[in-house]
């Protein structure tokens, strides 16, 4: 799609979607009211976009740079299963009829994505929508969807290097890398082969986990983004943090994928050394010197322009999603919570909160060392919200 046209279409858009930002303050204290009126402001929200924009296939929504601009994500995008699980989440939680109209509609778009093998983000593509479909709506066609998915996914995996391999580009410069964000697609993996009964999906996705643990952390529980294996030996070659300060820093996102990774790998696995490295990770973020007193983080906690650098609600919202999961395992409950909590009430500030539709938050960091969707709504931010939300408020009678 070319620039021209995402331009007019979001000239368009703009004219029908009025600013519908809250004048807001942050509450001080979480409530199941405080839950529910924003869950429903949430859905409202998705019905005035379904009844201004119907589902289209080129138009999953991706991202807003300034006021005027959209990024949509093609099927292929790694984002492009956002915007249905958050369709499909709100549908779960309000029964609202055009919310499953629109989440079947965007959820049929990523179907042929399932048969695909050339991307480790099949997982966020596919368990992000077909997996959060099923979840709500028991339908055999979304249970195969994402079995096969399962199928195309492992034929990632080499036994050589104990992993899934994460990219394919720029081959002169790794041989097999694998990115903290591929404990992410593992949630895939292991609810297909308890889906199918087929036990090779949870060996390829445990092994990962594995070795995801053995080479992606450090010592204080933080992590590197990549790390680059001999494709046939399988023997580390290097380490990088390719979308932060520098190898050595603490890109904010990354932490996230880490903890929220290793918390689903304990779901599933109830191997204690997971559920030690996600509290660990816990304890390194929200215990660090440069996380900012609201709980917002920098897009690095290493940024070198600290208070000014830009911040990444996306991490945040991931990481409070994470524990509320990680609350219900550990022995650190209420401190967890406690945490969690005070990432949502900051997000309840205007500050944060996306001022036009269809986006419900703002200040997201994208890819800050190729400048790309600095500060902005962007739409795994949202999903994460929206999920947070969810899972928080089951903890209220």
Request: hydrophobic residues 35%.
């Amino acid at each position: 799609m070319n620039t021209f046209r995402i331009i007019a279409i979001s000239l368009f858009l703009s004219a029908l979607f009025p600013a519908c930002q809250e004048d807001i303050q942050r509450p001080e204290n979480i409530s199941k009211e405080l839950l529910q009126h924003r869950l429903d402001m949430l859905v409202q929200r998705s019905l005035e976009t379904y009844e201004q924009y119907p589902p289209i296939r080129e138009k999953i929504y991706r991202s807003r740079s300034g006021f005027w601009t959209l990024r949509f994500a093609e099927e292929s995008d790694w984002c492009s299963g956002f915007y249905p699980g958050i369709l499909w989440q709100l549908y779960g939680y309000s029964s609202k009829e055009p919310l499953m109209i629109a989440a079947k509609a965007y959820t049929s778009f990523l179907q042929k994505e399932a048969l695909k093998s050339d991307s480790h983000d099949i997982g966020f593509k596919i368990n992000s929508s077909y997996g959060q479909a099923w979840k709500i709506r028991k339908e055999q066609e979304f249970k195969l969807t994402l079995i096969q998915a399962a199928r195309s996914l492992s034929k990632r995996y080499d036994a050589r290097m104990q992993a899934i391999k994460s990219w394919d580009y720029n081959p002169g410069h790794y041989q097999y890398p694998v990115i903290i964000d591929n404990l992410m697609n593992l949630e895939l993996l292991f609810e297909a082969s308890r889906l199918s009964n087929e036990p090779s999906f949870y060996r390829l996705a445990r092994s990962h986990v594995e070795t995801s643990l053995k080479h992606h952390f450090r010592e204080d529980f933080s992590s590197y983004h990549l790390v680059n294996l001999d494709s046939m030996s399988g023997e580390l070659l290097g380490k990088e943090t390719n979308q932060g300060v520098s190898d050595e820093s603490a890109w904010a996102r990354g932490q996230a994928w880490g903890l929220y990774g290793m918390t689903l790998a304990y779901r599933y696995t109830r191997d204690s050394s997971y559920l030690r490295q996600a509290e660990g990770i816990a304890d390194f973020f929200f215990n660090h010197p440069n996380l900012p007193e609201d709980f917002i983080p920098y897009w690095d906690f290493d940024a070198p322009d600290i208070p000014e650098a830009p911040r990444d609600v996306s991490a945040g919202v991931i990481t409070a999603s994470a524990l509320f999961e990680l609350a219900t395992y550990s022995n650190n409950r209420e401190e967890y919570l406690n945490w969690g909590d005070q990432v949502l009430l900051s997000l309840e500030s205007s500050q944060y909160q996306a001022s036009r539709l269809p986006f419900f938050l703002d200040k997201s960091t994208g890819n800050m060392p190729i400048e790309e969707e600095i500060e902005v709504p962007i739409v795994y931010a949202d999903y994460y919200y929206v999920e947070a939300l969810i899972r928080r408020l089951k903890f209220f009678p």
